[in-house]
């Protein structure tokens, strides 16, 4: 089964999603007109009653999303290495010392030079993912990259020293 998510107006209130799990769970988002917003879970009986109501600010909205994609992605990742034996992921930092700071992701042709794939950035808490070549990199960013082990040394010796 896909997901399921309906979408329902509520008059002089706001719009409600819902999330319907493969398990039959309703878990709802409440947008209301003022702002504001209430993550709930209703009862399995009664798609209108709700097990509890919660009430939660923009920030954390927005730190739940990047709890449920990130880990979404690590999974993903995960999956990938269980296929794909001698394939591995890292995480490596770009240092204010780097060369690329600064300058667009394209720049280091990475992938040609490492033969490894960078699938996405993490900025601020903040994922990009599948960043393009113009992509401006910054000192801080984390970049998360797949590839062979030596392409991953590579990519650190490249990123770092600026030799790959």
Known sequence: MGVRVEKTDLPGIGVRHDLITARGRRIGV??????????SIYRLDDPDCTIASI?????ESSTLAELLGASVVMSKLNELKAEAPGLFTEQLLIPASSEYSGRPLGDTKARTRTGVSIVAVVRDKKS?????????????????????????????????????
């Open 55 to 59: 009430p939660i600010t923009d920030a």
């Open 128 to 164: 990009i993912p599948s960043p393009k070549p113009d992509f401006p990199l910054e000192a801080g960013d984390t970049l998360i990259a797949v590839g062979t082990r030596e392409g991953l040394d590579s990519l650190n010796s490249l990123i770092v020293s600026g030799t790959g």
């Open 30 to 39: 409440v947008d209301m007109r003022d702002g504001t917003r209430e993550l």
